[in-house]
Each structure stands twice: as C-alpha cells, then as structure tokens.
C-alpha cells in the first residue's frame, strides 16, 4: 500500500465500455452501452446512436429535461443498477459556475457518469508551542452508512447539490457533521480542489471535491449531529501519514485529500516521498 495506490485507485477505469452523453456541443457525462441501448425505451426522449446518447432538440428546457432523467433513474431502481433514490438532486452543468442544464437525483449520478461537485474540509489544530506540529481531526463513519461504513473521513465532507452555493453547503455541512456554527464554518480557506474518474458498479464515478483548510483552537471539540460520523479523534500528522500510508481504512477518496494536505504542509516532500511528482500529477487528473 502507498500514497500512489490510493490514487490509482481512484482513477481505474475503461472508457471503452462506456458512450459519451452529450448536449449542446457539451460533454457531460459517459454512459454504459447496455443502458444506453436501453434509455430510448424508457422514454423516447433519449437519443442513441453508436457514437453518443442525447436528448431530443425538441426538449430543451430545464424542467422538461430534468423530467426525462427523473424517468431514467426510477429505470435504474427498477433495473436494480442502484438501491433507491435520494430524494436530493445534482445539477449537470456545462462546466463548474455556468447554469444547470437539468438536475439529477444524487442516486443516478454515476450511472450517467455525471461530474459531480462536493466540498471537503480539514479540520486541524496546532500543537502547543510548536507551529509547525499539527493535528488532524478525523472522523469514523458510522457502522450503517451505505459507503465506507466504519471508515475514516474527514471533519466535514459532502456533496454540492443544486440550489446551493458553496458557502451555503460548506455552513449547513459543518453543521451537520462537526456541530460547527457558521462563523466558525466560513473561516475555513479554500486551498484547491481534486480531481478524479473511478468505475463502479453504477457506471463512472466523476467527482470534483473542493478542499479547504479550518484551523480550529484546541477548545473546540466537532460533534456530529446527523448520524453520519460515530465518533471524532484529533490525530497527530505522522499518524494520519502512517494510517493512510499502510492502510485500507480510510473512505477511498479520503485518502486523496489527506495526502493534498500532507503536501502543502511540508510533511509529505520530494526528498521523502520518491513517488512525489505522481502523487502530485495524480490528484488533479
């Protein structure tokens, strides 16, 4: 196990196996062929061909085309491609800050290969006299989460649904998982985002995460209130490295922004890490 093979990890898919979903000249997501040979039978609003699924010129505006996805995900509950719906929608966009095009249950997003948007945040803490020393607060999901259920995380994590600004989210998420009230929340920096494009069993996972850091004093202790995190430790760095590092305990797309942050803060470097540029090239792919 090593820093690399997280990455790669995260990155492993075959895009032969899948058909470009396309709207407007734009590009937005990618498509298994069984289904997408199957949409137009769900509604015939989907257009297939061999080289790409569309949506018909007649459909062109927001509702109307949310509609016809709404069709194609209750498809994919009945198909048994994904458990149920989430009742919280995605938007599809162009690209990050254009206009959503249609929106998308949560659930379906990756049997679409859809980009989707999320926000992670660094909870750390400085130890005593020693600026340099830090310390990460990390949370152990809880045993009955559908994904990495008992796993490490982050302080606060989740996804960007439509409707919402990243403030907005970053705020009712910090709330949500760590307790945190708003003004503590929004002084979290923004320090870039990761990048990455895994196959699973729904279809590609595209997922775009927003990173931030959030020193925190060591008087504030996160207390999750939404049953997703069963308990929170504060962590000394050399032992995030070395769990992230050795393991496989860590929710899988964790351990990337665990690494991002073991980099810009010095401790993971080019004269300790032979793997650098890799790891480096490898989180914004």
Request: charged residues 25%; negative net charge; aromatic residues 8%.
């Amino acid at each position: 196990m090593s820093f690399l093979d997280h990455i790669r990890a995260c990155n492993a898919h075959d895009l032969s196996g899948f058909r470009p979903f396309e709207l407007d000249g734009h590009r937005l997501g990618w498509i298994r062929h069984a289904l997408a040979d199957e949409l137009p039978g769900v509604d015939p609003g989907f257009v297939t061909t061999a080289e790409r699924v569309t949506i018909a010129p007649e459909i062109q505006d927001f509702e109307a085309r949310s509609t016809l996805l709404d069709h194609a995900a209750q498809f994919l509950v009945e198909r048994g491609t994904i458990k149920g719906l989430r009742g919280e929608h995605y938007p599809i966009l162009p690209r990050w800050g254009a206009e959503p095009l249609m929106r998308l249950d949560r659930a379906a997003v990756a049997a679409f290969g859809i980009e989707s948007f999320g926000l992670h945040v660094n909870g750390f803490v400085r130890d005593g006299a020693d600026a340099g020393s830090l310390s990460l607060w990390i949370g152990r999901r809880a045993r009955d989460r559908e994904i990495a259920p008992g796993q490490f995380d982050n302080m606060v994590a989740g996804g960007q649904p439509i409707g919402l600004s990243l403030d907005e989210n970053l705020v009712k998420e910090a709330q949500e998982e760590a307790g945190l009230d708003a003004g503590t929340a929004r002084r979290a920096v923004p320090v870039g985002a990761i990048t990455y494009t895994m196959e699973v069993p729904e279809g590609l996972k595209r997922d775009r995460m927003f990173v931030y850091d959030l020193e925190l004093s060591s008087e504030v202790i996160p207390v999750n209130t939404d049953g997703e995190v069963e308990a929170f430790a504060l962590w000394p760095l050399e032992s995030v490295a070395d769990s992230v590092r050795t393991s496989g305990d860590w929710k899988f797309n964790v351990n990337l922004v665990v690494t991002d942050f073991l980099i810009r803060h010095g401790h993971l470097t080019p004269d300790n890490e032979p793997d650098y540029l890799e790891i480096v090239r490898g989180l914004r792919q």
